[in-house]
T-cell receptor, first 113, second 110 residues
Framework: EAGVTQSPTHLIKTRGQQATLRCSPI?????VYWYQQALGLGLQFLLW???????NRGNFPPRFSGRQFPNYSSELNVNALELEDSALYLC????????????FGEGSRLTVL | AQSVSQHNHHVILSEAASLELGCNYS??????LFWYVQYPGQHLQLLLK??????LVKGIKGFEAEFIKSKFSFNLRKPSVQWSDTAEYFC????????FGAGTTVTVRA
């Protein structure tokens, strides 16, 4: 069974540009979560989607947005990139709402120059 | 919203030593508690979880954790570590989202 897959693995952008990161959950999982893992800051919750709806949002500015598609895959968009957005962005999926047992992908490393 | 505190940023120990990593969450009520582990070059994976029942929870690879409600704690333990336990360990609490602690890097010297 395929795990959570994320693309791209690495992405380099310059300040002010937009970045789009993609995530495919484990087959059968309806919930997708996005986390930011910046150096020394642990995992910061960004967004949670379930059944195509945004269920919860972390303490991030509106330029961080996303969506979940009918096939449960998800996209994270970061607009007007800033240097401090450089981080590993992790996607996770779970079987349903609020189980807390998440399955993580390898992450997308975003570097903003 | 819940917050999670992990007491140690970096722990260095020798093989066969005992390991205990502290974790506290911010307030009571019904909580689901987790420990996740990230081995070098690998993705985060679940080590163990507590939902209810016996407060002493057994996980994979000989790890266990004890939920102490009165102390808002969920400490992780392993009686005898191996070199392969070198990893970053994250405590997490489920409060309508999974909130993680900052992580503890564990380095086991052979």
């Amino acid at each position: 069974e395929a795990g959570v897959t994320q693309s791209p693995t690495h992405l380099i952008k310059t300040r002010g540009q937009q970045a789009t990161l993609r995530c495919s959950p484990i087959s059968g999982h309806t919930s997708v979560y996005w986390y930011q893992q910046a150096l020394g800051l642990g995992l910061q919750f960004l967004l949670w989607y379930d059944e195509g709806e945004e269920r919860n949002r972390g303490n991030f500015p509106p330029r961080f947005s996303g969506r979940q598609f009918p096939n449960y895959s998800s996209e994270l968009n970061v607009n007007a990139l800033e240097l401090e957005d450089s981080a590993l962005y992790l996607c996770a999926s779970s079987l349903g709402q609020d189980t807390g047992e998440l399955f993580f992908g390898e992450g997308s490393r975003l570097t903003v120059l | 919203a819940q917050s999670v505190s992990q007491h140690n940023h970096h722990v260095i120990l020798s093989e066969a030593a005992s390991l205990e990593l502290g974790c506290n969450y911010s307030y009571g009520g019904t909580v689901n508690l987790f420990w996740y582990v990230q081995y070098p070059g690998q993705h985060l994976q679940l080590l163990l979880k507590y939902f209810s029942g016996d407060p002493l929870v057994k996980g994979i690879k000989g790890f266990e954790a004890e939920f102490i409600k009165s102390k808002f704690s969920f400490n992780l333990r392993k009686p005898s570590v191996q070199w392969s336990d070198t990893a970053e360990y994250f405590c997490a609490v489920n409060d309508y989202k999974l909130s993680f602690g900052a992580g503890t890097t564990v380095t086991v010297r052979a």
